[in-house]
């Protein structure tokens, strides 16, 4: 029988079917939407992907991996993750890690899963603080770690204290707590001071702690990153991502910072071979031409402040931003103005607290386009 003439595979009944194992049946799989609109503000994308010269680069680098995959990958892409440390000793102004120090893999996301899959685990408990990046609890979940949250200050700053950051500690006794700077979705930065004192708090029970940063190359200038504090702190770890400020969104490339007893650990649960050679190449030739690739972060830190003025400035009231993003709240329905903004061809994003909706920066043209909706969608 031909493949066009076979018979569709049929639909069976729940009642026959595997039963997924707690946690997963009826759970809805993690998605941002995306849709074929004309401004696109709602993954906190960089609108700024790579030149013609760049993309010849990449295609090139490419294209020398090729060659070789009929072989697996080195699994451990030292020259990737040396050069990796390089890079954050100029962009943190820290003393270059050490290969050995860094760790990649594909993505945060999967960087921080192999972090609750090294640390977490059945009896363990992770410590988030809402509202946070919505994948936290799924990355519990999955690896059957308890996730339990306490929040944030209040509304527009949304920050943290060493107060409040201890207390949860002291009241959960976590495995891993899960600190972010600048937090998604408020934007809010992280004072060290606070990192400090949960690392310390953890210390006791040999915790780990966790410093999401990876809109970190957004943050204003002055505001340190959490890079400095490794030294002091060898239960300390740093996520960054090249998602965001280096446009590789579509590469898929997140790496961690910390002591190499934590980097070995995690070399144990991560899958063989996990990081493909296409994506190392891709991603040491961004390295290579950082300067050109992160050209664009001044000019969407202005647009981002501009942006988050003027949202001021129609009353609303704006989470002070250190990311590629502003959350704002709406004066209506927030699912209304969402709606209304769609149809007028912006997609943003309605996360976090209740009645706040959450716009990422754009070109000035996607920036300019979002200001004329919202005056329409969402007027005062």
């Not at 990737?80 to 860094?102: I, N, T």
């Not at 400020?245 to 590469?251: D, E, M």
């Not at 647009?303 to 709406?330: K, T, W």
């Not at 309605?350 to 386009?369: F, I, K, M, Q």
């Amino acid at each position: 029988m031909s493949a066009m003439s076979a018979s569709p595979v049929p639909t069976r009944e729940p009642s026959v079917l595997p039963v997924p194992r707690d946690g997963i049946a009826g759970a809805a799989p993690y998605g941002a939407p995306q849709l074929p609109v004309a401004h696109a503000l709602n993954v906190n994308e960089n609108p700024y992907g790579p030149s013609e010269e760049l993309t010849a680069a990449i295609g090139a680098a490419a294209a020398q991996a090729a060659a070789g995959l009929n072989r697996y990958p080195d699994r451990e892409a030292l020259d990737l993750r040396r050069e990796l440390g390089e890079y954050l000793a100029e962009e943190s102004g820290v003393p270059a890690p050490p290969a050995e120090a860094v760790w990649a893999a594909n993505g945060s996301n999967e960087v921080m899963h192999q972090l609750m899959l090294a640390y977490g685990g059945p009896g363990r408990t992770a410590l988030g603080f809402t509202p946070h990046y919505s994948m936290y609890p799924e990355y519990a979940r999955d690896t059957y770690t308890a996730w339990v949250t306490a929040e944030r200050g209040p509304a527009p700053d949304f920050a943290l204290t060493a107060e409040t950051v201890t207390a949860a500690i002291a009241e959960h006794r976590p495995s891993i707590v899960v600190l972010t700077s600048p937090n998604n979705p408020t934007g809010t930065a992280l004072d060290l001071d606070v990192a400090r004192a949960a690392a310390r708090a953890l210390e006791p029970a040999r915790g780990l702690l966790v410093v999401d940063e990876a809109y970190g190359e957004f943050r204003r200038d002055g505001v340190p990153s959490a890079l400095t504090l490794l030294a002091e702190h060898p239960n300390l770890v740093v996520a960054r991502t090249m998602s965001k400020a280096f446009a590789l969104a579509g590469a898929r490339l997140g790496y961690l910072v910390a002591d190499p007893a934590i980097v070995d650990t995690v070399r144990v649960v991560r899958l063989p071979y996990h990081l493909s050679a296409v994506t190392r190449a891709v991603a040491r030739t961004a390295l290579a031409h950082r300067e050109e690739l992160l050209g664009k972060v001044a000019l969407l830190r202005t647009e981002r402040d501009a942006l988050a003025a003027h949202l001021a400035g129609r009353g609303h009231e704006v989470a002070p931003s250190d990311a590629n993003f502003v959350l704002f709240r709406a004066f209506r329905d927030r699912d209304d103005v969402f709606q209304a903004l769609l149809e007028r061809d912006v997609l943003i994003r309605a996360v976090g607290p209740a009645g706040w909706l959450r716009v990422s920066v754009g070109t000035p043209e996607d920036n300019t386009a979002f200001r004329t909706a919202l005056e329409e969608a969402d007027p005062r």
